[in-house]
């Protein structure tokens, strides 16, 4: 069998086949089967190996959720039977440094690991972090084959190791939901950009280069940092970048940001497997947050500022291009699984994505609002035209300034999680009555004499926090100094804008204070705004307002997303 069988595994129950394959003697025929209780054979298949890497491919008949199972694959007098296979639903869980994150580092961490013997039909597998500069066709290393869930051994392995809290917290969350077997197949890397993830075929459709970033000193694709959580989390750039290989577990939190290595080394030998899902958790940009205390003294080293900082992953790297690379690694990765399964993953698999935190409390920097908004391909919510059957977790409320890990990664991963299940019933599961996402803006009124705009959303509102600068206006040159992000003073909070001028362009953004919330509208105050209004935006921060406390949310404790 191939790397990523093995025994407690989960397959794609019906209506789609599970994919087997593996290697076996050129020519030969494998008979693959599937065995119940007592070794009673529910089905058998056969396959021929063949082409140059000598493999087998099998599709599995559609069977009902439930098990155990035994698997087997036999070639003349030689077998392997993989023991305790359940059939349910298989989500795969990708991104960066707060995908990985393990359940360990989380808010309420032994509540939850003590918790995991609770699930033991909630079966995980995380990929080792690899590189390859061709696409591969096997995993070269796993870090935690299928697993029934401890809370020692691999729940709480390590810090930023195995397992992925989100991904663990929506894996039980939708077993809860739904009380089907769960499959959860983990592959991140700290600190990588959406190029590392995307194949070539994603980035030539946004006009993209293949060899960006792949020569040159300024190109560098490992970035050193230090940081104080234990002593394998320091590390100096590798040697060698060029050839394929994997890494030692998650020693860093900066992986490689040259295109394609990382969609090459594990995601594209996850093809053949059948999913029903993707979860994906990336765009932050992997440094620490500046509360974080310094490096122990042995690690001061690498506490130069070439260090510290460094690392870009898409908020601040390619920033404005998001808007196309995100849809296009979305398109590609299902074509690419639709076609690698045999067309028994669903050409439309649901993904879903969580929206970026927070970082930095008080920067006038709006990389992060940007990289929010082009998350939804410039349209605010999705799904949508561009980004069909998506669901998102905005987090942008739960900032957590005194992570131990850094501001970069906050602790509270229960939310994120539970705002991700809801999308996934919607979305994935058609739980058409289910309200998965906050209210947006569908309408703006201006009344001209008062000075006033009406915005209507698009569900009930409750106001959590009442704030004279919760939205903006885009202004012309003579504003109040006081209207300036620079000077705010209330703690990173952001307010709502509006974009204002005489003449198109250019304008400024200003402060339009919240007069009123009614059921479903807010009513802003224009009086800085004494031109035209071309605009308006919020929650245009990187760090909008505090913890669960933005001002809108709907009466289900979902925030209203930011917008332009």
Same mark, same amino acid.
Request: aromatic content about 8%; some cysteine.
């Given at each position: 069998f191939a790397s990523y069988y093995g025994d407690h595994m989960v397959l794609q129950k019906k209506p789609s086949g599970a994919v087997v394959w593996g290697r076996g003697e050129l020519g030969a025929v494998v008979t693959v089967t599937l065995s119940g209780a007592g070794g009673l054979i529910v089905m058998e298949k056969t396959a021929q190996v063949k082409g140059p890497s000598a493999t087998w491919t099998t599709v599995l008949d559609p069977m009902d959720r439930g098990g155990p199972y035994a698997l087997t694959a036999e070639q003349g007098l030689e077998n392997v039977t993989l023991r305790d296979i359940y059939f349910g639903d298989v989500w795969l869980c990708s991104g960066q440094s707060n995908m990985a994150m393990t359940v360990l580092q989380v808010a309420n961490a032994s509540q939850e690991l003590t918790a995991a013997a609770r699930y033991p039909y909630v079966r995980i597998f995380a990929a080792a972090p690899a590189r390859s500069d061709v696409e591969?066709?096997? &995993?070269?290393?796993?870090? +935690?084959?299928?697993?029934?869930?401890? =809370?020692?051994? @691999?729940?709480?392995?390590? @810090?930023?190791?195995?397992?992925?809290?989100?991904?663990?917290?929506?894996?039980?969350? +939708?077993?809860?939901?739904?009380?089907?077997?769960?499959? !959860?197949?983990?592959?991140?890397?700290?600190?990588?950009?959406?190029?590392?993830?995307?194949?070539?075929? =994603?980035?030539? =459709?946004?006009?993209?280069?293949?060899?960006?970033?792949?020569?040159?000193?300024?190109?560098? !694709?490992?970035?050193?940092?230090?940081?104080?959580?234990?002593?394998?989390?320091?590390?100096?750039?590798?040697?060698? &970048?060029? &050839?394929?290989?994997?890494?030692?577990?998650?020693?860093?939190?900066?992986?490689?940001?040259?295109?394609?290595?990382?969609?090459?080394?594990?995601?594209?030998?996850?093809? @053949?497997?059948? !999913?029903?899902?993707?979860?994906?958790?990336?765009?932050?940009?992997?440094?620490?947050?500046?509360?974080?205390?310094?490096?122990? !003294?042995?690690?001061?080293? +690498?506490?130069?500022?070439?260090f510290w900082g460094t690392g870009e992953a898409n908020a601040f790297l390619h920033t404005d291009q998001y808007n196309c690379t995100f849809p296009a690694l979305i398109s590609d990765w299902r074509r690419a699984f639709h076609a690698g399964s045999a067309r028994q993953t669903e050409p439309l698999l649901p993904f879903g994505f969580v929206q970026l935190s927070t970082y930095r409390r008080r920067s006038a920097d709006d990389s992060f609002a940007r990289l929010r908004w082009h998350q939804t391909a410039n349209l605010g919510v999705v799904p949508n035209a561009r980004m069909p059957s998506t669901f998102m977790a905005v987090a942008m409320d739960l900032g957590d300034e005194h992570s131990p890990y850094g501001s970069i990664h906050p602790r509270d991963k229960q939310n994120v999680a539970h705002r991700l299940l809801l999308g996934a019933r919607a979305v994935a599961y058609g739980d058409k009555d289910l309200v998965f996402q906050g209210p947006y803006p569908t309408r703006a009124i201006l009344e001209v004499t008062r000075g006033l705009l009406n915005v209507t959303y698009s569900q009930e509102l409750v106001c959590r926090h009442r704030d004279a600068q919760a939205f903006e206006v885009r202004g012309g040159r003579s504003s109040p100094k006081s209207w300036e992000r620079e000077d705010n003073t209330d703690g990173g909070f952001s307010p709502p804008q509006v974009c204002c001028s005489s003449q198109a362009s250019p304008c400024w953004w200003l402060p339009a204070p919240v007069v009123a919330v009614g059921s479903r509208t807010v009513t802003l105050a224009l009086s800085g705004c004494r031109t035209l209004v071309l605009g308006l935006r919020y929650a245009w921060a990187e760090w909008p307002c505090e913890y669960q406390a933005c001002p809108l949310y709907n009466p289900q404790g979902l925030p209203a997303p930011p917008f332009l």
């Open positions: 591969l066709e096997d &995993l070269e290393r796993i870090d +935690l084959p299928w697993s029934i869930p401890t =809370a020692a051994e @691999n729940l709480g392995h390590g @810090n930023f190791t195995y397992f992925s809290a989100v991904c663990w917290l929506l894996g039980r969350s +939708l077993y809860e939901a739904l009380g089907s077997p769960i499959g !959860l197949v983990e592959a991140a890397w700290g600190g990588t950009p959406i190029e590392a993830w995307s194949s070539r075929r =994603a980035l030539q =459709a946004c006009g993209l280069p293949e060899d960006m970033g792949r020569e040159g000193p300024q190109s560098s !694709l490992w970035h050193g940092a230090c940081f104080n959580l234990r002593p394998a989390l320091c590390f100096a750039p590798p040697s060698n &970048l060029a &050839l394929s290989s994997s890494t030692s577990p998650h020693q860093h939190l900066s992986g490689p940001q040259t295109p394609s290595v990382l969609w090459n080394a594990m995601i594209h030998p996850l093809l @053949n497997m059948t !999913l029903r899902g993707v979860a994906w958790y990336q765009g932050e940009p992997p440094f620490l947050s500046p509360r974080v205390e310094k490096p122990p !003294l042995s690690h001061r080293a +690498l506490t130069s500022p070439s």
